[in-house]
């Protein structure tokens, strides 16, 4: 096994630092306790040899002094250096532990009693000749032979203090050279493990690098040799069948990635309606033969139109699909000699991590939608104008016949006539309206914009709507931001759009109502224009539908085509604004105009 190789390799190299390490601590505590012992006592000789040599100088000085005569001996300085003399003899008596240093220090105390005695006696004698005679006969000899004795310890002690410095060194040379030897024997060793070791280890787990790397760069057929059984060996035999389990996945993987392929696009070559599919930097990636087709006929070298890659980056930028619900974004494209009408449809498409990687363009042919849309367009505006012109002779008839110019009624003819007069303006209304719809989804009246300010514009509807107002009791609020921007607009087509969303809150609040008049700046330098009441609401399951034709939200029973937020709608939207509406049940509406303001950054 791989662990019991690195263990038999590391043991050796580990025992050899350890027999070192053992081995110079104990030779490094016996040198140490062999040099307090031996330097200490020789030191202790050499001083006490030392300071004796002194005190017998100290003693020899004060016996001339006493043989000179004129000048009388210090007995307490002599007694003092006897003192200092026989302390310091004791002690090179008990440290003396050279050979030869103990007979030295005997010879030297009973030179000593010799040298004292001699003293005493010349104390003791008054004559100066015969106290002459006894120092030169016994105390000078005795004296010198004491220095001699003296010197030979001093020399003694010193040349053992010197023989210990030696073997001090001789001892640091021979551990030196010991762990020396150990340090090189201990490379060696590891060595010649590390050489061994890059085989048994490095050399496979190279060999593992290799193929993963291949491995990585698809090539699975390249398995890595099974050498040893040990750890690396079963590491090796793992990949292997990695390796393996990976080339079957890939097999069965790519079976599949091309049965999804040819699926997909027979799925979409099966699609009448062009398809493009982008990646997230724009460019074409897949598309069915419609867009091949289309891409042909329009001569399209790898991007989209121009107005479609616009619509497709935007919605590569924000992720948003783009969903147009009205032939106001419909396309036309000059195919074959034929005007072809397409609505496109924007998807972003995104991974199972909801990160996006693309959009789906698809392009709905509603040519002959829109051919049915415009034929039944002018149906109804040639129908209501048709009906109109005898519409209004009937509503001046009827007018005529109320002001009694041509003769009496009856009561019960002047109530038939005063309901067919309200009939008649009914349908008069509406075909107007239709008319009005009619001529915004062909475009034939051009706006006329100016810059107006929101302030007064509000302020002019409500001039328009004053009356309504007051008959009904309602109040109204104004919340206009200050030093708002003005708005480019048609005024009197502007004018029908708040119109008819306060006529609505004006229907739908209840009497002594209160009516809310908003205008504020919102993203872009736009201008948010707004009308709360505070009548019933709208379900939220209505709110698409509010402003189709003819729509009428279930169980209200107030008067009216369903016409009026079509055609605020349709005026909105030419002037590249959107509405919309908040609403719950029991807690009224706010329909809000949001309309380009003179700052926009798109005006």
């Known amino acids: 096994m791989l662990r019991t ?10 025992v050899i630092l350890l027999a070192v390490g053992a081995y110079a601590i104990v030779l490094f505590a016996r040198l140490a ?57 004791d002690l090179l008596i008990k ?20 040298f004292f005695k001699a003293v005493d006696t010349i104390s003791s004698l008054d004559s100066p000749e015969n106290q002459r005679q006894v120092y030169e006969r016994d105390v000078v000899p005795s004296g ?17 203090m010197l023989a210990t410095s030696q073997n001090i060194r001789n001892s640091t040379q021979e551990v030196t050279r010991l762990m020396i030897f150990g340090t090189v024997l201990a490379l060696l060793f590891s060595a010649y493990a590390g050489y061994q070791l890059g085989r048994s280890i490095l050399e496979p787990i190279q060999l593992l690098t290799r193929a993963t790397r291949e491995l990585g760069e698809g090539r699975l057929d390249q398995p890595v040799p099974v050498a040893t059984r040990d750890e690396l060996g079963e590491l090796a035999l793992a990949f292997n069948k990695m390796a ?54 329009l001569h399209l070298e790898g991007q989209l139109p121009d107005r479609l890659q616009a619509i497709a980056r935007n919605t ?34 995104r991974n199972k991590e909801d990160a996006l990687f693309g959009v789906a363009v698809v392009l709905y042919d509603v040519t002959r939608f829109r051919l049915l849309d415009a034929t039944k367009t002018d149906l109804v505006a040639t129908v209501s104008h048709e009906i109109k012109s005898p519409l209004t002779s009937v509503r001046m008839v009827l007018h005529l016949l109320l002001e009694k110019t041509v003769g009496a009624l009856t009561p019960k ?28 989804e062909e475009g034939s009246d051009s706006l006329r914009k100016e810059p107006a300010a929101p302030a007064e514009l509000l302020t002019s509807v409500m001039k328009e709507m004053a009356g309504k107002i007051t008959a009904r009791g309602l109040s109204v609020n104004f919340m206009i931001d200050p030093d708002l921007p003005a708005i480019l607009v048609d005024r009197q087509r502007i004018n029908h759009v708040f119109t008819n969303l306060i006529s609505n809150a004006i229907k739908h609040s209840p009497a002594n109502g209160k009516i809310i008049l908003g205008a504020r700046l919102v993203k872009d330098n736009d201008v948010e224009f707004s009308v709360t009441d505070h009548g019933p609401g709208i379900p939220e399951e209505y709110h698409s539908r509010i402003f189709d034709r003819f729509f009428r939200v279930p169980g209200q029973s107030q008067s009216g085509a369903g016409l009026g937020l079509s055609i605020a709608r349709e005026i909105t939207v030419s002037h590249d604004g959107h509405i919309g509406v908040k609403s719950a049940p029991g807690q009224g509406c706010n329909f809000y105009v949001v309309l380009k303001s003179v700052m926009s950054p798109s005006v």
């Open 95 to 114: 440290a003396g532990t050279l050979p030869g240093e103990r007979d030295l220090s005997l010879n030297v105390a009973t030179n000593y009693q010799v």
């Open 244 to 297: 393996a389990q990976l080339q079957e996945y890939r097999q069965s993987t790519t079976e599949k990635i091309v049965r999804l392929h040819r699926t997909m696009e027979a799925t979409l070559a099966s699609f009448p309606d062009p398809i493009f599919v982008l990646d997230k930097e724009g460019r074409i990636e897949l598309k069915n033969p419609a867009a091949d087709g289309l891409a042909s006929s």
């Open 316 to 349: 590569l930028a924000s992720g948003e699909n783009f969903l147009p619900n009205s032939f106001n974004e419909a396309i036309t494209y000059r195919i074959n000699g034929d005007d072809k009408v397409f609505l496109p449809r924007v998807l972003a498409m």
């Open 144 to 160: 010198q032979t004491i220095n001699l004795l003296l010197q030979k310890i001093h020399d003694l002690n010193h040349k053992a």
């Open 413 to 440: 003819q002047d109530e038939l006539l005063q309901a067919a007069r309200n009939d008649t303006e009914r349908l008069l209304r509406i075909l107007n309206d239709l008319l009005d719809l009619a001529r915004l």
């Open 33 to 89: 306790n062999v040099v307090d012992a031996s330097v200490t006592d020789s030191y202790q000789s050499f001083t006490a040899a030392s300071a004796m040599s002194l005190a017998l100088a100290g003693m020899d000085r004060e016996v001339s002094w006493v043989i000179s005569g004129p000048r009388v001996s210090n007995k307490n300085a002599l007694m003092e250096y006897r003192k200092h003399f026989e302390t310091n003899l």
């Open 5 to 14: 190789r690195l263990f038999l390799y590391l043991t050796p190299f580990v």
